[in-house]
């Protein structure tokens, strides 16, 4: 049985006091919740967000790193430097990497083995863009990410490896995948992952969905056998939005 894996991206929102404020209620609502429980805060809140919710069972997730260890990398942020904060989970490939800043299928690769040789997790985001949905491309666009994303990560280095279904019409523009529309998704991610390495760790992988959730479709979309969680953008930003999604009840 998969644990659900509710995880929240700030993106670039909230100074180091009001992140660390969020946190500390998401801390008195949300510490030792049954479900995993993730927050990305922005870099520079990292510090400040590690302290408030230290000793509780919220994870410290980062939405970006490098992909080298050290060097002359002027503004980019190592992998070392999470670790030392008390971050152990990273999101790797989010759309915006992919289409704002230009990111390849190969530099996300080095960033995934890098944050898994130094032992952070990583939600692996990927998704079809409007054009490629309406072009038929869904399956071989997520096909493709998954395989170029994973190559080089073992089968044991799998388990430290959540995927993370982001369509990116659905991002930020109110409009959801159908629960079943993002499930069929999610079941090719799962026999892509199954044909990779094998259908007990494929089965074994938990795989969040990530576009417009919200308190009122959040059950829908966990109801389907194929989600097992949901990285949120906009409603992980405020504590009346944020706390029910992390809630939601399970039917
Ligand atoms: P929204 O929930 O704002 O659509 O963002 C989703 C997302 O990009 C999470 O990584």
């Known amino acids: ?28 609502a949300l510490d ?39 060097g002359a990398h002027t503004g980019e942020v190592s992998v070392l430097m999470l670790k030392d904060l008390g971050v152990s989970v990273v999101i790797l490939g989010h759309s915006e990497r992919r289409h704002t800043y230009g990111e390849t299928d190969e530099l996300i690769s080095a960033k995934v ?3 898994l040789k130094h032992g952070l997790n990583v939600i692996l985001c990927v998704g079809e863009t409007l054009e490629e949905r309406e072009a038929g491309h869904v399956n071989h666009v997520v096909e493709s990410q ?11 280095q799998l388990q430290q490896v959540v995927i993370a279904y982001e369509p ?18 999610h079941e090719v991610i799962r026999a892509k992952l199954a044909a990779l ?24 979309l966990m109801a389907k056998p194929n989600i097992d969680g949901a ?13 029910p999604i992390a809630q939601f009840d399970r039917a």
């Open 168 to 185: 990116v019409w659905a991002i930020g523009t109110g409009k959801t995948a159908t629960p079943e529309d993002a499930d069929s998704v």
């Open 113 to 115: 083995q890098l944050a």
């Open 1 to 28: 049985m998969r644990k659900p894996y509710l995880a929240g991206n700030w993106k670039m929102h909230k100074t180091a006091a009001e992140a660390a404020a969020f946190a500390a209620e998401l801390r008195s």
């Open 32 to 70: 030792r919740s049954p479900y995993t429980v993730m927050v990305a805060p922005p870099f520079t809140a990292l510090q400040a967000v590690a302290e408030a919710l230290s000793g509780s069972s919220i994870l410290l997730g980062a939405q970006n790193m490098c992909s080298e260890e050290s």
């Open 197 to 220: 390495y094998s259908k007990s760790a494929a089965d074994a992988m938990v795989i969040q969905y990530g576009g417009s959730v919200k308190p009122d479709n959040i059950a829908g």
């Open 146 to 156: 998954l395989e170029l994303g994973l190559s080089g990560v073992s089968a044991a």
């Open 231 to 243: 990285l949120v953008g906009g409603a992980s930003l405020k504590p009346e939005s944020f706390i």
